[in-house]
T-cell receptor, first 114, second 110 residues
Framework: ETGVTQSPTHLIKTRGQQVTLRCSSQ?????VSWYQQALGQGPQFIFQ???????GRGNFPPRFSGLQFPNYSSELNVNALELDDSALYLC?????????????FGQGTRLTVV | KNEVEQSPQNLTAQEGEFITINCSYS?????LHWLQQHPGGGIVSLFM???GKKKHGRLIATINIQEKHSSLHITASHPRDSAVYIC????????????FGTGTRLTIIP
């Protein structure tokens, strides 16, 4: 039990649709990072939010966007879904925006785009 | 070439065997993380280290900063250890992300 909860656990969407994935972090964790994990691959960094501001972004297009809220919850939004967006989406929270502290991961949301 | 390389990619061993998984990285790092991922996806943090060695139960992690190499060892392996083990590094510049290896799939046979 990591104290990080993601919802939903599974989701099927149609190409072109929009999706919102949610993450609830541990209290006091002011940093949340989102990762995309394709089948058989390691997770790839999408972006990080620190105190409700974007604090770094990976090589993902602008149709991937996020929000972080004062209650330690966050969202990942993906517009104009493509088939290649099918993946496991993981959020990770920590007390520090550097990677020098332990990261706590959620169980992930498995998104399938058809 | 990936910034984080793991070996082996797949490992099958008998229950009770001593297991070693290796991780090499090419960037300067502030910390290295060993993570465990079970089928279904959830990731659990096993260790975070920036020098030396850490031990937790049957798990031992070591890191050699000069050689840019880390190892994860499992003593007296058990079928419940079967999982994907992932090495991830936090670089010492632009510290906002972890860079992951592709993982080592470990299967322990009873």
């Amino acid at each position: 039990e990591t104290g990080v909860t993601q919802s939903p656990t599974h989701l099927i969407k149609t190409r072109g649709q929009q999706v919102t994935l949610r993450c609830s972090s541990q209290s006091g964790h002011n940093t949340v990072s989102w990762y995309q994990q394709a089948l058989g691959q390691g997770p790839q960094f999408i972006f990080q939010y620190y105190r409700e501001e974007e604090n770094g972004r990976g090589n993902f297009p602008p149709r991937f966007s996020g929000l972080q809220f004062p209650n330690y919850s966050s969202e990942l939004n993906v517009n104009a879904l493509e088939l290649d967006d099918s993946a496991l989406y993981l959020c990770a929270s920590s007390v520090d925006r550097t990677m020098n502290t332990e990261a706590f991961f959620g169980q992930g949301t498995r998104l399938t785009v058809v | 070439k990936n910034e984080v390389e793991q070996s082996p990619q797949n490992l099958t061993a008998q229950e009770g065997e001593f297991i070693t998984i290796n991780c090499s990285y090419s960037v300067g790092i502030s910390a290295l993380h060993w993570l465990q991922q079970h089928p279904g996806g959830g990731i659990v943090s096993l260790f975070m280290l920036s020098s030396g060695k850490k031990k937790h139960g049957r798990l031992i992690a070591t890191i050699n900063i000069q050689e840019k190499h880390s190892s994860l060892h499992i003593t007296a392996s058990h079928p419940r250890d079967s999982a994907v083990y992932i090495c991830a590094v936090g670089a010492n510049f632009g510290n906002e992300k972890l860079t992951f290896g592709t993982g080592t799939r470990l299967t322990i046979i009873p």
